[in-house]
């Protein structure tokens, strides 16, 4: 679980994505030949929502891989084997990141566990208060902060426009708008300090 919750917070992706996320739509070399090169990505193109879609068609992007996402992709990838290897026979290979321990796919159910199994070796944290879309609504609260615009948030998590961000994640974004304070303080000075 520990790679799942790496990917989901440092990518925002829907649980119900990464549950259907094959490894054929992640590329952790990337395309370095490329002219501009291009990062590690993972295409999230498919959900294990009825008929395997995403919720939206704006929902299908490819999002380039932070490094420790990458790193936890590559263990994800050693961990399944060495899982595969021990259940044998009853290994089901479904190509999925994220399977169950057979290598089935996971349902709602199995991930909630999980997570909140995690959770539970965290010190001062109540599992039974979080559940895995708490990690999407991390990565907008953590975006936000760092000043990364509601454009470009509602484009990474696959929102068809900031309307849809803000209403979902409105204790996340950042309330107060600086662009403009920033801008005018750099342009003019920040008030008698500069007199």
Request: avoid cysteine; charge should be positive; aromatic fraction near 6%.
């Amino acid at each position: 679980m520990h790679n799942y919750i790496v990917v989901s917070l440092l990518t925002g992706a829907r649980t119900e994505e990464l549950r259907a996320l094959k490894w054929q739509h992640v590329h952790l070399d990337g395309i370095p030949s490329a002219s501009p090169p291009v990062p590690a990505y993972v295409e999230v193109w498919r959900s294990v929502r009825s008929g395997g879609d995403t919720k939206t068609r704006k929902s299908r992007r490819t999002l380039a891989l932070p490094s420790r996402a990458v790193d936890a992709l590559r263990r994800q990838r050693v961990e399944q084997a060495e899982l595969r290897l021990q259940v044998g026979e009853r290994w089901t290979d479904s190509g999925l990141v994220f399977p169950s321990k057979v290598g089935t796919p996971m349902d709602r159910n199995n991930a909630l566990r999980a997570f909140r199994m995690a959770l539970a070796k965290v010190p001062n944290i109540e599992p039974s208060d979080w559940s895995p879309r708490e990690l999407r609504h991390s990565f907008v609260s953590l975006l936000s902060d760092s000043g990364v615009s509601i454009e470009e948030i509602s484009r990474l998590v696959g929102h068809s426009g900031t309307s849809v961000t803000e209403l979902v994640y409105r204790h996340q974004i950042r309330p107060v708008l600086q662009t403009g304070a920033v801008a005018m303080d750099s342009l003019f000075g920040t008030g008698d300090a500069d007199r």
